[in-house]
Nanobody, 125 residues
Framework: QVQLVESGGGLVQAGDSLRLSCAAS?????????MGWFRQAPGKEREFVAV????????SYADSVKGRFTISRNNGMSTVFLQMNSLQYEDTAVYYC?????????????????WGQGTQVTVSS
């Protein structure tokens, strides 16, 4: 079992930055989990944002956030981060972190077994 708790969301203006955090507990975080960030806007499907490998050396991003968002992890702190710069109105959504204990390094949200409760990010234009 892995428990995930996101934080860091809020209301910002277009062009601003936010840093989301996801604190994990339960299983040995650094050994068992690929971590992903996903988001869901009202009336839309959940979509992939970013994924990071076990070691942190591998990262992948959705085209819509590439060059603006950075995913990172601190295995000693059992925490994953999402640094979001140059935020746009279209980034408004609930952001979720997720863990895949099978380490498939996937952009498919259906392959993630554990999810946090989500944190709201609202960007005003």
């Amino acid at each position: 079992q892995v428990q995930l708790v996101e934080s860091g969301g809020g209301l910002v203006q277009a062009g601003d930055s936010l840093r989301l955090s996801c604190a994990a507990s339960g299983r040995t975080f650094s050994r068992y989990t690929t971590m992903g960030w996903f988001r869901q806007a009202p009336g839309k499907e959940r979509e992939f944002v970013a994924v990071i490998s076990l070691s942190g050396s591998g990262t992948s991003y959705a085209d819509s956030v590439k060059g603006r968002f950075t995913i990172s992890r601190n295995n000693g702190m059992s925490t994953v981060f999402l640094q979001m710069n140059s935020l746009q109105y279209e980034d408004t959504a609930v952001y979720y972190c997720a863990a895949d204990p099978l380490n498939r390094y996937s952009s498919n949200w259906r392959q993630y077994a554990y999810w946090g409760q989500g944190t709201q990010v609202t960007v005003s234009s």
